[in-house]
């Protein structure tokens, strides 16, 4: 029975993004990253961020581009500081879980340990790639945002994501934990199970709730645009 919960779990996610990609190919968001931020999010929160994205993240039709300036800047002015950080701790959950799907495959796959260990290699390289990959996801957003040189782009991008990213893996490798040493002690789950990925999809929301007050932090001295 918790097979086919995890397998209906990870269905109904995959929906989800799928819905939000088919949404944005016909409604590109103005920035770019978000076309991949919001369906990534949608692989670990499922209905929860289709939701979201349909109430605060998706592009405004024809007649609200038509309104005025002074109208679009008042709208964005009353959107709630939690939304604002939630929508900052997804940009920063969208780069960990697109490197975690890849990078939990290919240590199985290879059978990659570290000092004995399935979990602490996933550590070391579920952190590494999340965080280059969080990194180029903010590259991507301050650079054009603040019209930065390269060099200051990379800069800026490091600074605004490490902090948000090691926040983040806190709430998820202490849920890894608990999975590893008391819910699945013998056997251990793998990439190839259903069960692991639902695992991982509630890691990903403790990443997130750990992750969300770092974020706020971010955005209030400057070191993170608002997405809104």
């Known amino acids: 029975m918790f097979h086919l919960f995890a397998l209906l779990s990870l269905s109904i996610s995959i929906l989800s993004a799928v819905v ?7 409604n590109p968001q103005p920035m770019w990253i978000m076309n991949v931020v919001w369906p990534a999010t949608a692989l670990y929160f499922g209905p929860l961020a289709l939701f979201f994205y349909f109430r605060v993240g998706r592009k405004p039709q024809k007649q609200a581009e038509d309104s005025s300036r002074e109208q679009v800047q008042k709208k964005t002015e009353h959107i709630e500081d939690w939304t604002q950080i ?11 879980a697109l490197a975690d799907l890849v990078t939990e495959f290919v240590l199985f796959v290879f059978g990659i340990t570290l000092l004995g260990s399935e979990l602490w290699a996933s550590y070391l390289w579920d952190f590494v790639i999340a965080w280059m990959v969080g990194i180029a996801f903010q590259y ?36 890894m934990a608990i999975v590893y040493f008391v819910f699945f002690r013998q056997p251990h ?15 990903m929301i403790c990443g997130f709730i750990t992750s969300y007050p770092m974020n706020g932090v971010l955005l209030r001295i400057g070191w993170k645009e608002r997405m809104g």
């Not at 939630?86 to 960990?96: E, F, I, K, R, V």
């Not at 605004?160 to 983040?168: E, G, R």
């Not at 692991?196 to 509630?202: E, S």
């Open 20 to 26: 939000i990609s088919i949404d944005e190919a016909f």
């Open 189 to 203: 789950l793998h990439p190839n199970q259903a069960t692991y990925w639902f695992m991982m999809q509630i890691g």
């Open 140 to 175: 991507f957003t301050i650079k054009p945002m603040r019209s930065l040189s390269p060099s200051q782009g990379l800069a800026a991008a490091a600074k605004a994501d490490t902090l948000s990213i090691l926040a983040f893996q806190v709430g998820m490798y202490g849920w």
């Open 86 to 96: 939630a929508m900052a701790t997804s940009h920063c959950g969208a780069g960990c």
